[in-house]
């Protein structure tokens, strides 16, 4: 059988994922530039007022870095004289978060487009381009996601889920079972179902849009329809694709945590190495999962392409396979 | 400067070796009151019907014609009660599961007459009726007595409000049974003492002994605990057990009992738990023997819930440090046990509580180890034993007679028996160290700006449909772990010390003085607050001001001279007057401040200058106009509270000279001058060793010269760091 008809594992298109990702340092750096740009205005209200609010004050007594430790009536203390600080940095954060959505649906986009490109174009303009070829299809992905993680909230936190919750708990709440136990059980699965639920959307999410890039179709809805199929067919390795992902994702936050630690780093180095893995890891993913889309759809494709039956005449009369001498296998 | 010091240490020593406290611990109450009780389960409950012969000794100097009976049970007999009306109006809705209620079944003299009795109308609620008004025939004369027996059935509810009971046989019996009010003289003459039950209060009555004989269903043989000294537990044939129990000088008698729970009983031996430095300082102070104030050996008894078997070691080590340090401090334990009860999960809202020679606590599994639970509800719970217990202040008017007093020395005991505690997070229930440098915001589901977050999406009304909230988010706390990866972006080690955590309070209002009735408080918040963290930070400056050794004999002086008694703020006024006198603070100026007024503590450092000293004043562009390394220094503090109170200043000089001045406060601003100083100031601490507890704000009591930039880049590194995982967390969202 030739290559172009076996799958590949899981692991070998996170790992082309990876290669994709690295490949492109430059859209690397500007999305690790990119995170840290998006953060600073959250970061310079609590500058500012620790400047006007801690700069002269002096303790004998306690330590008080605010990186490490700080004990807490200062940081109570903090809050009350300048209680604008924190209302500001979540003024300012709510939009950031809506905004980080949509650029990450444009960052999603970039990312599937170079894995299709693969060995092309490895400019920041390839991979914007790319992005933004995509962005408003991947747009109605999203709406399509705010409507399935409606449906998973209430599913999971609304009636349906009060109603399994009271088969366990009288009146559903915890602090009336006779057990402690079991209350914090029946919350802990409540807990774990849901984000499990919120992972599945998400991955449901990234195929419908690796799978629309795969086949060139601009449909939302094709595209989520397709990603049904293929989670049906393939879940094994789409959930090893994408949980090595999130394990390797998890792994650089701690291996990082460690070695600042131990090699006594300062703090801010975190700001540029926390995200450089988190974006290497995203990127991987997302790329792997549109390099795995687009073999299946190349497969899919191929079994529906029908076989020859009867050769070309020339082949019975010469022995050759075609005219030409030129095979095509 | 050196002077100064000298005349510090006299004046120590004189403070330490001054006035020894004769010990004056009364061995018993005045025994106003005296219950024997029989009482015995209905089937599985919650029922229970009894009887009670009362014994009521009229020790005023007025005579008497009536009888005010408490019948706390009644509060949960129907919406229209004093406690329920009043919850409503402070916007807590909730009603128990299912109905309590206490009748009345019969009432007469020792020798039969019987009795009529009325229910007390309150004003906010005339169907009320936890206030009984038994008329006698013949007044109870001065030094006189009057026996009564009292037949009753009382239905607990399921555990609602400190009292009930849950469903796997877990009872809590508080407030149970009719209980007689408090004759006592008032501004009015002598009237009974006998509030209903409020939202806002607790219970108050007369010390005297209690006889308990309580039947129960054979599964409680073993797991009953209570006020009194259990003295038999005896089978009977219909398979119930009947439970002896008995209890000296109390005002109150509670029971608990769970077939599932595990009871132990470990002995408390002082010699285990000694602290010497701390009794040597505690017996200098009171010119006694080490003997003499070390605590008595006492036994303790735990009623355990099997889930909680991983704090039983912690319960049991609160509870002994609590006996020993409120001992050595306040004067001994006088009782034989003191049981303290874990309760069920379903009846948590009979935790945190305190009954005489009995408490509640109360713990959630996945405590951290530097988080003090249960310590903390353990010795604040078994300080009620003390304050409350011992000392029957009238919890109806002067609840912070109780509670600020507990809160204070429960602060006092973890403060010097456990490490700092340090701020924790939770993810399902377990708790990490960490503390967020931020919080995520979040907005409720009808706030347009919900959606920016994507926690709701608020689709707004149309002429064909009304309007539509989508909650598309639930916050979870695995979620939140995700989002803000604590480990990378929290804070690791913030500690929390219990009694400065109090001065969160100057975040709230604080609109009425602590002269306030309880009962009369315009919200929770506010009883909260005047009843336990502003007495207690009062407490605490007031100590601190006074000096350790005095406040050590004030302390003891007024737990001794009050003790089986019911005092008065005013009481605790002359015992402060008359111990700190010489402290260098008009007291009664304190006292009248604190406790009838509503001032804040606060000062500041407003400005401090270092002028070059000024030599040629036709030269002041260039360098020769001043004097080379001599400076003008001015600084500048600021009372902006309206409290009067002196507080210290330490000056600290470029040359490491340090100077302490003492500012009486009675001025709105206090000036220093220096005209030629060879030296700058570069440190200025109004109130150094915080003192001033109640003081509003510390971050601007300092001042340096070279401000320290520091913290600035440190917090907003912390802010940055966690700022990228969040939105990095929204990046994927989507």
């Known amino acids: ?329 | 400067m050196q002077w100064v010091h000298w005349i510090t240490v006299f004046g120590v020593v004189v403070n330490w070796t001054s006035a020894s406290l004769p010990a004056q611990l009364p061995s018993q109450s005045a025994k106003t009151v005296d219950y024997q009780m029989e009482v015995k389960m209905v089937g599985d409950g919650p029922t229970l019907r009894g009887v009670e012969r009362v014994t009521w000794r009229n020790q005023t100097t007025a005579p008497t014609s009536e009888l005010w009976w408490h019948v706390y049970n009644n509060a949960w007999a129907g919406r229209d009660s004093v406690w329920l009306t009043e919850a409503r109006g402070f916007g807590d809705d909730k009603l128990p599961r299912a109905w309590g209620n206490t009748e009345i079944d019969a009432l007469a003299l020792a020798d039969g007459t019987s009795l009529e009795w009325t229910w007390v109308a309150q004003e906010k609620a005339p169907l009320d009726r936890t206030v009984m008004r038994v008329s006698l025939p013949i007044p109870v004369e001065p030094g006189g007595e009057v026996s009564v027996e009292l037949k009753f059935t009382a239905v607990l509810p399921p555990a609602f409000r400190r009292s009930g009971w849950g469903d796997s046989g877990y009872f809590h019996a508080a407030q149970w049974y009719p209980k007689l009010g408090v004759f006592e003289e008032s501004a009015d003459g002598f009237a009974w003492n006998c509030e209903p039950y409020h939202y806002l209060s607790e219970f108050y009555a007369d010390y005297g002994d209690y006889t308990l004989n309580l039947t129960l269903p054979e599964k409680y043989a073993g797991h009953v605990v209570a006020t009194g000294t259990l003295k038999s537990e005896l089978a009977n044939a219909d398979g119930t057990v009947t439970i002896a129990m008995h209890a000296e000088d109390v005002h109150d008698f509670a029971w608990t009992a769970d077939p599932k729970a595990l009871l132990e009983k470990r002995r408390f031996l002082e010699s285990e738990w000694r602290d010497e430095v701390e009794e040597r300082k505690v017996a200098d102070a009171l010119g006694r023997s080490l003997d003499e104030v070390r605590p008595r050996d006492v036994e303790m008894i735990l009623l355990l819930q099997p889930e909680h078997e991983e704090y039983r070691e912690r319960y049991f080590e609160a509870t002994a440090k609590s006996l020993y340090y409120f001992g050595l401090w306040y004067g001994e334990y006088p009782y034989d046990t003191i049981t303290c009860v874990d309760p069920a999960n379903d009846a948590g809202n009979t935790g945190g509580m305190e009954y005489p020679r009995l408490f509640t606590g109360g713990v959630s599994r996945g405590n951290h180890e530097r988080v003090l639970r249960p310590e903390g509800i353990t010795v604040h719970e078994f300080g009620h034993q003390f304050w409350y217990g011992l000392v029957g202040n009238d919890e109806f008017n002067h609840a912070w007679l109780d509670e600020g007093f507990t809160t204070f020395s429960t602060n006092r005991v973890l403060s010097k028996a456990w490490p700092a505690e340090l701020q924790t997070y939770q993810v399902l229930d377990r708790q990490f160290l960490g503390r967020a440098p931020l919080t995520t915001p979040s907005f409720s589901k009808n706030e347009t700006r919900a959606w920016l977050t994507l926690q709701h999406a608020l689709i707004p009304s149309t002429p064909w449909s009304d309007s539509l909230s989508l909650e598309l988010s639930h916050s979870t706390s695995i979620e939140a772990w995700l989002r803000e990866i604590p480990v990378a972006s929290y804070l690791p080690e913030v500690t929390s010390d219990r009694t400065t955590g109090l001065l969160s309070i100057h975040g709230k209002d604080w609109g009425q003085a602590l002269a306030t009735p309880t009962w009369n408080m315009v919200s929770n918040q506010l009883r909260r607050t005047n009843a336990y963290s502003r007495p207690a930070l009062t407490l605490e400056t007031m100590s601190r001001l006074m000096g350790e050794a005095r406040w050590i004999r004030l302390m003891r002086d007024w737990h001794e001279s009050q003790r089986f008694r019911h005092p008065l703020p005013e009481e605790f006024r002359d015992t402060l007057l008359r111990h700190g006198e010489g402290a260098g603070v008009d007291w009664l100026d304190f006292w009248q401040q604190a406790y009838h007024q509503n001032p804040r503590m606060d000062f500041k450092v407003e400005r401090v200058d270092n002028f070059p000293l000024v030599v040629d004043a036709r030269n002041l562009d260039s360098e020769q106009g001043f004097a080379d390394s001599i400076w003008h220094v001015r600084v500048e503090i600021r009372r902006t509270g309206e409290f009067r109170v002196p507080v210290e200043v330490d000056l600290l000089y470029a040359d490491g000279v340090q100077e302490r001045h003492t500012w009486d406060g009675q001025a709105g601003v206090w000036l220093y001058e220096l005209p030629a100083s060879t030296a700058k100031v570069v440190r200025v601490l109004v109130d150094p060793e915080h003192k001033l507890m109640l003081e509003r704000n510390w971050l601007d009591n300092t001042w340096t010269l070279d401000a320290d930039e520091s913290r600035a880049w440190n917090a907003s590194v912390r802010a940055l760091i966690w700022a990228q995982q969040v939105l990095h967390f929204y990046g994927g969202r989507g």
Not at chain 1, 230 to 257: D, H, K, N, Q, S
Not at chain 1, 306 to 317: G, I, R, S
């Open chain 1, 1 to 329: 059988m030739s290559s172009a008809n076996q799958e590949r594992g899981a692991l070998a298109h996170l790992s082309n994922g990876f290669r994709i990702t690295l490949a492109r340092p430059r859209v690397v750096f500007f999305l690790v530039g990119l995170s840290i740009f998006l953060a600073l205005p959250v970061a310079m209200p609590v500058h500012q007022s620790a400047v006007n609010e801690l700069g002269r004050f002096a303790s004998l007594t306690e330590a008080v870095d605010l990186l490490v430790s700080a004990p807490r009536w200062l940081l109570d203390a903090w809050a009350r004289q300048d209680p604008h600080m924190a209302s500001s940095a979540s003024v300012l954060l709510a939009p950031l978060m809506l905004l980080s959505s949509l650029l990450g649906i444009l960052i999603a986009g970039g990312w599937m487009a170079c894995a299709r490109e693969d060995k092309g174009r490895h400019a920041l303009s390839a991979f914007f381009e790319g992005g933004g070829l995509w962005f408003f299809p991947f747009f109605r992905v999203w709406i399509l996601g705010l409507f399935i993680y409606a449906f998973n909230t209430w599913l999971i936190w609304g009636m349906p889920g009060d109603w399994v919750v009271e088969q366990f708990l009288p009146d559903g709440k915890a602090n009336r079972a006779v057990s402690e136990n079991t209350g914090r059980w029946v919350n802990h699965t409540r807990e774990i179902v849901f984000l499990l639920a919120l992972l599945k959307t998400e991955i449901f999410l990234d195929l419908a849009r690796a799978s629309m890039v795969a086949r060139e179709r601009r449909s939302a809805v094709g595209g989520f329809i397709r990603a049904i199929g293929l989670w049906l067919r393939r879940f094994p390795r789409i959930l090893r694709l994408v949980g090595v992902g999130y394990a390797l994702e998890g792994g650089w936050i701690f291996a990082t945590l460690a070695t600042v630690q131990w090699m006594a780093w300062p703090m801010v180095t975190l700001v540029f190495l926390l995200p450089l893995g988190r974006v290497i890891c995203r990127g991987a993913r997302l790329a792997g999962l549109a390099t795995f889309c687009g073999e299946q759809s190349r497969l899919q494709m191929q079994s529906q392409t029908p076989l020859p039956t009867d050769p070309p005449e020339a082949l019975l009369q010469d022995g050759t396979a075609w005219a030409g001498g030129e095979t095509d296998l």
